[in-house]
């Protein structure tokens, strides 16, 4: 049956923006192996065109089902922009395209040494590509579906730090924290010219969604994390005007810790993404502490999506509606990336499920909450 | 005396403190202490330290780190004292990030971890084919073989590798990790053993090589 995308879209936003929506919304988010085997054509095939990959992103989505709609190659400051760094510093080599899986720039090679630090080109997203493919192929993803241009995805900044600098970054943090420093100023300016592209080529957006990825228990100390990305995420939702979603896939996250930061920094955050921690009792005393902020999240693509039976997904589908969904604010959403190896069956368990328990009002399991 | 020292160097590797460590281990050999004491009632047990206050959050990867180097350094102060065979290395390990992926962080921490901790390191790099695993695996016996994966389509790549080793009877230990794993789907794709971070990783290698 075809989607109706303005019916998906209100979903999404009205959760969101913290009104109760007709059902819990779902959303998958993609990785490109899976967009490149249901579109028929290799990552870069689909990356030719911005109409070709709008078109592919749609019959992708299309195909998945929920309320989605999100380009497949993903328009976040991750791989991308590890390919902008490399053309910009015309180092295309270190940057590993693969026909049907995410490419990656290969870690640690642009910003070896202290002068590469300061000789490092900051990509201008207006002209390199990816960028104006990608910001092209999202207005047209809003011009046909009037979805797809809302949600602007920035990755502040450790993601670019990681691709950039490699493992030394974390012997910098301690041997040399004011080079590191300077690499995070020019990623944050980097970024900031990718949001000012982004509003003038594809449109201007409703929030951002926030990588947060320095804030992981076993990475960094929350101080370190601040001092060189969440301080740079405050500073952009402050001249952004943009209120956040925080988005982090890590082992062991520091959700509540930097959203309480944030939240002391005048930071407007709409929502939490993440796939861990994997227990919904954490969540449910993420609920209690933040009623406010909507949970994206529930299932981990490589737990009950990639392993399980499509009883398993229905149960945990269930369990997380019943627990924390009974007050709105609650996105379904496998995370992170699904990969292939997810059975279609699994894929359609999921969206079985949010129709048969997501539907408000919802029974809420008050004894387990 | 040597206790002292011991102790010291004890102190001094959970500290991080590359400069009077380096003097801690020049006065022991001094006086005569024995390579292998050296390291397993100084250096080791310091290891131990750093790994006890990563596990309590007040170390972080940075420390981790620095503490690998450090205690690759320490052992490199001392091995021109070592007689043959004497503690030539804790354990042979094969490494690697799996092919389609090309992150390196995570293993080269859990390198410089196991490289500090005296273990020797093949480290075969990043989106290594499940073919070469199996060479090397061949090739150099180690006594566990690790596997690294950040982003979740490369599990697929890392069921099948294992499934080639295993179908070419090579039985050796297969440890994962990485954030796209967790410990059931690591059962799931064949694997022996999966750790969340370095440091559980180094204490899983030790147990697999009965340290």
Redesign the interface.
């Known amino acids: 049956m075809a989607r109706n995308y303005q019916a998906c879209w209100e979903r999404v936003l009205a959760t969101i923006m913290g009104e109760t929506p007709d059902r819990v919304p779902l959303i998958f988010l993609t990785s490109e192996d899976v967009a490149a085997r249901v579109a028929g054509l290799t990552i870069r095939e689909m990356m030719m065109s911005p109409e070709i990959l709008a078109e592919k992103s749609i019959m992708v989505n299309d195909f998945l089902g929920g309320d989605g709609m999100a380009l497949v190659a993903n328009p976040y400051c991750g791989p991308f922009e590890g390919l902008a760094y490399a053309k910009a510093n015309g180092r295309n080599d270190v940057f590993v395209w693969k026909d049907y899986t995410t490419p990656f720039i290969r870690e640690g090679l642009l910003c070896q040494t202290e002068e590469d630090i300061e000789t490092l080109q900051i990509p201008d997203h207006h002209a390199v590509e990816p960028w104006p493919t990608i910001f092209k192929a999202i207005a047209i993803l809003q011009e046909k579906t009037g979805m797809g241009v809302d949600q602007f995805s920035p990755s502040l900044t450790w993601s670019s730090v990681q691709m950039l600098r490699g493992s030394q970054a974390y012997l910098d943090v301690r041997q040399n924290p004011s080079l590191l420093m300077t690499l995070c100023e020019k990623i944050y300016a980097s970024q900031w010219d990718y949001y000012q592209a982004y509003r003038k080529i594809a449109g201007q957006p409703n929030f951002a969604f926030q990588c947060s990825y320095a804030f992981n228990q076993h990475m960094l100390s929350f101080e370190d994390a601040w001092k060189f990305e969440g301080r740079f995420i405050a500073r952009f939702a402050r001249e952004s005007g943009l209120p956040l979603v925080i988005h982090n896939c890590g082992f062991k996250p520091y959700h509540m810790e930097l959203i309480e930061k944030l939240q002391q920094e005048k930071v407007h955050v709409l929502g939490v993404n993440g796939s861990h921690p994997l227990d919904i009792d954490w969540w449910c005393a993420f609920r209690r502490k933040f009623p406010e902020i909507t949970i994206m999240g529930g299932l981990h693509v490589n737990a009950e999506m990639e392993n399980g039976t499509e009883k398993d997904v229905e149960n945990r589908v269930k369990e997380v509606i019943r627990r924390l969904g009974g007050d709105g604010r609650l996105i379904i959403t496998p995370t992170c990336c699904m990969p292939w190896r997810v059975p279609l069956s699994n894929i359609k368990a999921v969206s079985d499920a949010v129709e048969k328990y997501g539907s408000y009002p919802i029974t809420i399991d008050e004894h387990i909450r | 005396m040597n206790h002292q020292l011991f102790a010291s160097m004890q102190e001094q590797v959970a500290t991080l403190d590359e400069q009077n460590l380096f003097k801690t281990i020049d006065e022991a050999l001094r006086l005569g202490a024995i390579p292998a004491d050296i390291i397993s009632k100084g250096l080791s047990t310091g290891l131990e330290s750093v790994g006890e206050k ?1 596990e309590r ?1 007040e170390f ?4 981790l ?2 503490s690998g ?1 450090l205690m690759k350094k320490a052992i490199e102060r001392i091995r021109p004292y070592m007689v043959s065979g004497q503690r030539e290395s804790s354990g042979k390990i094969l490494l690697g990030t799996i092919e ?6 995570g293993k ?2 859990f390198s410089a971890v196991l490289e500090g901790d005296g273990y020797v390191v093949h480290d075969l790099g ?2 290594v084919p499940p073919s070469l695993f199996l060479e090397k695996a061949k090739e150099l016996a180690p006594d566990v073989i690790g596997m690294s994966a950040l ?6 790549k890392m069921a099948e590798t294992i499934a080639l080793l295993r179908d070419n009877g090579i039985q050796t230990s297969v440890i994962v990790g990485g ?4 410990e ?2 690591a059962n ?1 794709i064949g694997a022996d053993e999966f750790a ?2 370095a440091w559980q990783g180094l204490r899983i290698v030790r147990k697999l090589t009965h340290r």
Do not use: Q, R
């Open positions: 990563f959050g972080f990867l940075p420390e780190m620095l180097h389609g992926d090309v992150h390196y962080i080269n921490i990043v989106d982003i979740s389509v490369a599990v697929s954030a796209a794993l967790t059931k789907n799931t969340c971070d």
